[in-house]
Nanobody
Framework: QVHLVESGGGLVQAGGSVRLSCAAS????????MGWFRQAPGKEREFVAA????????RYADFVNGRFAISRDNAKNTAYLQMNSLKPEDTAVYYC?????????????????WGQGTQVTVSS
C-alpha cells in the first residue's frame, strides 16, 4: 500500500503561484508514475499533469498551456506541481495519484493510490 499526502494548497490571487507537494510513504516501491488531478465544485475530477517514474516524460492537460510544471524527487519520494499564472477557474481540490507502472497515464482509472486532496482557491 502506498500512502500519499498532498500539501501546499491555499488561497492565492489571480496571476499568482502555488507549489503543491505530494509525499509518498509505505510501500513506495509500488509507486511508479504519478499524476495530478483536480476537481472543481460541481464538476468531475479531471487530469492535470503526469510524470513517469524516471521523470523523463511529462504530460499536461490542454488547459495548462505552459503554466504548470510537474516534477519529482525519487530520493524524497515526493512529487510536485508548480502552478504559475493562476486563474480563478483553477480553483479546485487537487489530488495526486500514483500507479505501480513506470509509464504515465492520463486516465484516473489507471491510478491505484490517491491522496486526500488539497484545496487551491484562486481569487479574482
Amino acid at each position: 500500500q502506498v500512502h500519499l499526502v498532498e500539501s501546499g494548497g491555499g488561497l492565492v490571487q489571480a496571476g499568482g503561484s502555488v507549489r503543491l507537494s505530494c509525499a509518498a510513504s509505505g510501500r513506495t516501491s509500488s509507486s511508479g508514475a504519478m499524476g495530478w488531478f483536480r476537481q472543481a465544485p460541481g464538476k468531475e475530477r479531471e487530469f492535470v499533469a503526469a510524470i513517469t517514474w524516471s521523470g523523463g516524460t511529462t504530460r499536461y492537460a490542454d488547459f495548462v498551456n505552459g503554466r504548470f510544471a510537474i516534477s519529482r524527487d525519487n530520493a524524497k519520494n515526493t512529487a510536485y506541481l508548480q502552478m504559475n499564472s493562476l486563474k480563478p477557474e483553477d480553483t479546485a481540490v487537487y489530488y495526486c495519484a500514483s500507479r505501480p507502472r513506470l509509464a504515465l497515464s492520463l486516465s484516473q482509472d489507471e491510478y491505484d493510490y490517491w491522496g486526500q486532496g488539497t484545496q487551491v482557491t484562486v481569487s479574482s
